[in-house]
């Protein structure tokens, strides 16, 4: 090995020296997990489907509503209910603290060339390195369930958004950007209400793109005890039971198609199919 006794120091230094703080995020990831789960389980199924089908409908027509009942209800009578809505709030958790660090990062990396220099290769890093490898520290900070699931995916989905956002800042137009700032506004004026509108676009692409990449994840966090579909999917390849992973693998796919329907058309005005 060249490095790699070097990275296995590293994280074993960090799970000996940092174990109050790994704590503190696995408490606090599990709670925003757990909220989120325990609502959409709280949630009659019936109005569930009727929320995603009305936003389906607001933001991607018709068809797509009808598409998104008739998935819905195919997962509910299948009998995999509770399980996709354990992988959402997983998903949905996992999303939020991506955009929630990948947003900034996106726009301090347009707005910073040397910033850029330094995220550009940490990105390439984090989209090709395998992600079965991010769950060997992820387990090892945060032991098995769904927290270390969380960690691993968070990592793998965050580049898009991160892109996306530095490279939505950076095709606005430059003579409008001279425009904003000949009129006196400050960077924060010019970032607020000039950058991020006209980005938004291109922004919300990266939203979707973290949404799915996500998503990807499911069954890879289910090795290391994350429930869901992803569980019935691992269930279904160890125990060769053909007919249960095709199931739940569409069940992953048919929640695929919906969230990218909804979020692809998060930033348009509503369309009439």
Known sequence: ???????????????????????????????????????????????????????????????????????????????????????????????????????????????????????????????????????????????LGTVPGAFATIIFAMPPVVRLTSLGIKQVPEEIVEATKAFGATPRQLLLKVQLPLAMPTILAGVNQTMMMALSMVVIASMIGAKGLGEIVLQGISQLRIGLGFESGLAVVLLAIILDRITQNLGKSSKKK
């Open 1 to 143: 090995m060249i490095i790699g006794q070097y990275i296995e120091d590293a994280i074993n230094w960090m799970t000996a020296n940092f174990t109050g703080f790994f704590d503190a995020i696995n408490t606090g990831m599990s709670s925003l997990i757990s909220v989120i789960e325990s609502f959409w389980l709280w949630l009659p199924f019936y109005l569930t489907i009727g929320l995603f089908a009305a936003l389906a409908w607001w933001k991607a027509g018709k068809s797509n509503a009808i598409l998104t009942v008739a998935g819905l209800l195919f997962i509910y009578f299948a009998g995999f209910w509770d399980e996709t809505m354990q992988t959402f709030a997983l998903v949905l958790a996992s999303a939020f603290i991506a955009l929630l660090f990948g947003i900034p990062l996106g726009i301090w990396s347009a707005k910073n060339e040397t910033a850029q220099k330094i995220i550009r290769p940490v990105l390439d890093f984090m989209q090709t390195m395998p992600a079965f490898v991010y769950l060997i520290p992820a387990v090892l900070f945060f032991g």
